[in-house]
């Protein structure tokens, strides 16, 4: 059986590691998805560590809540390819990559959040990105989805409702 691949945004780290607002449904949807995942799926990050360095910068390895956890694992098999997948993006300056697709500079997509769609089109839409807590991606699934980027929600329907209160 071929193991599933993810790219995983930061916030599922967070939402799993009660840093979040989100219900106690979507964060157990989140523990959900690490726990059912970690041993199974292969997680893709970039070779330059950008992901990683979110991670870092938002989680302990040290730490003992779930996200310290998977940002501990990434770091111990980030070589073991059966578990963590070493993805190449050029970063052209800050929040620019070559890899992020033309199509969605006009989508006022978040610094941020520039990175994670850059990696999966990097990867070629093997793996898609996992999202918990940033209701903006509802709206930019379907531009995404052209690209043959793909988006897993985790907590899609609160999501939808946070999208919609947002954005009228």
């Known amino acids: 059986m071929k193991r599933r691949e993810f790219i995983v945004d930061t916030n599922v780290l967070l939402v799993a590691?009660?840093?979040?607002?989100?219900?106690?449904?979507?964060?157990?949807?989140c523990v959900r998805f690490i726990h059912e995942n970690i041993g199974t799926a292969i997680f893709v990050i970039d070779q330059e560590f950008e992901i990683l360095g979110e991670y870092h910068h938002q989680l302990n390895p040290r730490g003992n809540r779930l996200g310290d956890m998977f940002l501990r694992?990434?770091?111990t098999q980030r070589y073991n390819k059966a578990k963590v997948k070493n993805v190449p993006i050029?970063?052209?300056?800050?929040?620019?990559?070559?890899?992020?697709?033309?199509s969605l500079q006009e989508k006022e997509i978040d610094n941020s959040d520039k990175k994670?769609?850059?990696?999966?089109?990097?990867?070629?839409?093997?793996?898609?990105i996992v999202q918990a807590s940033d209701s903006k991606w509802i709206g930019w699934a379907a531009a995404l989805k052209q690209e043959k980027i793909f988006v897993e929600f985790t907590c899609r329907e609160e999501l939808a409702e946070i999208f919609i209160r947002k954005m009228g």
């Not at 050029?90 to 033309?102: A, H, M, N, R």
């Open 17 to 29: 590691s009660e840093l979040s607002d989100m219900s106690l449904d979507c964060r157990e949807k």
């Open 116 to 128: 994670f769609i850059a990696l999966a089109n990097s990867n070629k839409g093997k793996a898609p």
């Open 90 to 102: 050029t970063k052209i300056q800050e929040y620019e990559y070559e890899e992020f697709p033309d």
């Open 73 to 75: 694992h990434l770091l």
